[in-house]
């Protein structure tokens, strides 16, 4: 039983790969099940075993995502030492590290999801689980005395996170991308972020910079 369930998992794991590389080079709406499975090797019938439709196989892709980002978090909180180096780890993986392959599918879902309400809802999940995650991450680093924010942990995480999706579209759509050149700056204004460089901004502040 346990290693039926173990090739259950390596065909769905197989398949979801298969998906991202037919979504990243056609495109979700172009992308037929026949060619996914064409690119998987295997028959139709046997992908439709595993995943019903591409809707069913954007749901394992989202599911997979959120559980590396978990990984990715969990792997973070157990770093020891500053903040910012582990913080700084976690950027190279996604945006130097991943190919860009990564980014140009997370941009054919969020494409979707402006049409697709349950793609809206898998986005919004999943990004409202990075926001909890990092406000989390950034609420253990205050109180260890790590970091010294002036706002709150949860603007903080939100802001962050807002850069981060710029980052991912700049890097599907712009050939020539270079994360030496962009990082740097980011993690610079990161950093002032969560050491309290940037004040808090209060309504009356804001008021007085948009006059």
């Not at 590290?97 to 898998?122: G, H, M, Q, S, Y």
């Not at 999706?165 to 712009?174: E, H, N, S």
């Not at 030496?180 to 950093?191: K, Q």
Request: aromatic share 6%; proline share 4%; hydrophobic share 45%.
């Amino acid at each position: 039983m346990l290693q039926a369930s173990q090739n259950g998992a390596d065909k769905r794991a197989l398949i979801l790969d298969a998906a991202e590389t037919c979504f990243v080079r056609s495109g979700f709406h172009r992308t037929t099940m026949q060619d996914v499975a064409a690119e998987a090797g295997m028959s139709a019938g046997n992908l439709y075993r595993y995943f019903p439709s591409k809707d069913a196989i954007v749901v394992g892709l989202s599911e997979r995502d959120r559980r590396d980002v978990a990984d990715s978090f969990a792997a973070m909180q157990a770093a020891e030492g500053d903040f910012m180096t582990a913080f700084g780890e976690l950027g190279r993986r996604h945006f130097e590290d991943e190919p860009r392959e990564k980014a140009v599918l997370c941009l054919e879902i969020w494409a979707e999801a402006t049409r697709n309400p349950d793609f809206a809802k898998l986005s919004a999940e999943s990004a409202g689980d990075i926001v909890d995650r990092l406000a989390s991450l950034l609420d253990a680093a205050t109180a260890a005395g790590n970091i010294a924010p002036a706002m709150d942990t949860r603007t903080i995480a939100t802001l962050i996170c807002t850069l981060a999706d710029g980052l991912f579209v700049r890097r599907a759509i712009l050939p020539g991308w270079d994360p030496a050149r962009e990082m740097p700056p980011i993690m610079h204004l990161i950093g002032s972020l969560v050491c309290g460089r940037v004040p808090a901004m209060g309504a009356a502040n804001c008021a007085k910079v948009t006059a």
